[in-house]
Each structure stands twice: as structure tokens, then as C-alpha cells.
């Protein structure tokens, strides 16, 4: 029974929340993203290139960060893995002998270099040692809001 009252309450808040009026925007997955810790990825990146992190939002959002300084704290960048519109087989993979990220040349065989200048920017913070990556902030900067009524709702489910 207690299942019954919990889904109608869970039914009654979807349709409320559809027929307000307004655009709802619904993301999931956290809006930033913790890399690892500077010393790490930074050695990593050193030994290996720019690291890829594969659909990191829970979505088709793939991003590649690199390490552009000597000093582990600065130079970090993140962006897009792939070209605006590219199809996801269009990742772009890291060439150290060109010193460029490069696509095949069915996807266009573009260029772009170690900072991602071209692709899609994500901004990128050291904090307490981590690398944070900032995975919504264009969606944020784009986002009106307006003054309006707060509802809550609330399902009480008894008994126990």
C-alpha cells in the first residue's frame, strides 16, 4: 500500500512539475568533475599526454584535460574531445610527435593544438589539491531565471 501512495505522489509532482509554464532543463550527473589530484595527473600527463575521460557527465560529453606548466597548481585546460558537431567515432587522439590533437581523415582531419584552442572549453580549478572540471558552466552562463512561485511537495507514507 505504502508503494501505491508513494508512486501517486511521484505521478502527481511529474504532472505538476510538466504543466508549469516555462522551459524545465533536467541534468543529471554532477555539474563538476573531480580529475584527481594535481601531483598524479600531472606525472601522468608528463609520461603519457593528455588524458581522455570518457563520458564523464553520463551523457556523449567525452573531454580530454592536459597540463600546459611546469608548476603542478597552473596550465591546466580542459574541452571537448571531438570537433563542435563531429559524430562521437571523431574523437580526436593526441599526436606528441605533431604536438596536436588530430582526427582521422574521414572525420575531417582537422588539427588543434595542446590547448584545445577550436574545441569546446570546460573551466578548470585546483582546489585542496584536486583538479576540478567545471562541466556546466556554459549551460549556466546561457540560463535565465525568473522570479516566480516556489512549490514543494511532499509524500507521507504511513502504515509502518
Known amino acids: 500500500m505504502a508503494l501505491v501512495v508513494l508512486a ?9 512539475v510538466s504543466n508549469r509554464a516555462g522551459d524545465v532543463t533536467i541534468r543529471l550527473g554532477d555539474e ?9 595527473i600531472a ?3 608528463d609520461d603519457r599526454g593528455p588524458i581522455l575521460y570518457s563520458d564523464v557527465a553520463g551523457g556523449t560529453r567525452d573531454i580530454i ?4 606548466s611546469e608548476d603542478p597548481e597552473a596550465g591546466w585546460v580542459a574541452f571537448e574531445a571531438r570537433r563542435p558537431g563531429a ?19 574521414a572525420c575531417g582531419g582537422g588539427s588543434y593544438p595542446p590547448d584545445g ?6 573551466p578548470v580549478d585546483v582546489v ?7 562541466l556546466n558552466a556554459q549551460a549556466r552562463s546561457t540560463t535565465t531565471t525568473r522570479p516566480g512561485a516556489t512549490t514543494s511537495s511532499s509524500v507521507a507514507v504511513s502504515g509502518r
Request: negative net charge.
Open 8 to 16: 501517486g505522489g511521484l505521478l502527481l509532482f511529474m504532472n505538476l
Open 32 to 40: 563538476r568533475f573531480d580529475a584527481g589530484r594535481v601531483g598524479r
Open 43 to 45: 606525472a601522468e600527463i
Open 65 to 68: 584535460l592536459n597540463h600546459l
Open 87 to 105: 559524430d562521437r567515432d571523431c574523437t580526436l587522439r593526441w599526436e606528441a610527435a605533431a604536438g596536436a590533437f588530430v582526427e582521422t581523415a
Open 117 to 122: 584552442t577550436g574545441l569546446q572549453p570546460f
Open 128 to 134: 585542496d589539491g584536486s583538479i576540478i572540471v567545471d
